[in-house]
């Protein structure tokens, strides 16, 4: 297997994913800040770039960027600030908090030895079952298993963005696709791991729903995180859900709930439309 290597800045701040995601180039602002332009229900915006579980910029010079982004002419605004960095812009900027779930170790460690034990006996399990986990770059299997968890959950999805962004991710060093095939050599499971400066993550993930789902589910992260910490990182992060049974999930693994906010300007009368049609900006 060959080891990945770090993304040289960010994953996220790459302008290239916002190309991929939106085929538009993207707005680049101070401290090489990339936000994806795009519409929200007909309103011309500046998003963190679609897909994207989080950002990462020098938040020091924030003042510099929420200035350049209240003068520039789009009417909506969502950026996302760096894993436990507060936002503390005023109105009319509005914050928002979620969270992720991030597992640490410190060197020589793999961050394993945190696991429940009856996670590790999952792990086992999946191996006397004949579940194996392998290397896949076949944009079409990574696909599907990842537009199956989207469909049962009824989340809208753009494939043809989807898959740009596929074949960019699976070409670059920088990330580890991994397949969970069953003893019959079908493909069950995926995850993607994108790996940043000391920290890889578990940014998409897809299944077939059987028997064998969360077996192979276990032993995709157990590889994954084996395989940041060979390559030198220190966290993982499982990329966090508004799912409370999901984000029990991955408390169980000893990743710490870690805070992240979400700044959010509109200009009016844009925003009374918005207030409609998209509240969940304003909660």
Known sequence: MITPTQHPTSWYMDPDWCRMTTSQEPWVGPHAIALAKSSVKGVPSL??????????WEVEGSDQVREALE????????????????CTWKKPWHVQENHTRILRWNPGETGLSQWPKHRLKQVRKANSKGITIELSENIEEVLALHQMARKRKSIASDEAALRRLFNFVLNSPHQTSLIA???QGNAIANAIILHNRGRSIYAFGGQKRSALSSLATVSLLHKAIEIAANMGQLSFD????????VDRFYA???AEKVCKQRAIYCRKPQQWWLKVVRPDLFA
Request: proline letters at 8%; a negative charge; hydrophobic letters at 30%.
């Open 71 to 86: 003068k520039q002419e789009r009417a909506l605004v969502v950026i996302d600030f760096p894993l436990g960095e507060s």
């Open 252 to 254: 169980e693994f000893g």
């Open 181 to 183: 095939r069953d003893d």
């Open 238 to 245: 499982f990329g966090g859900s508004r799912d409370h049974g």
């Open 47 to 56: 998003i963190t770039p679609p897909w994207a579980l989080h950002s990462e």
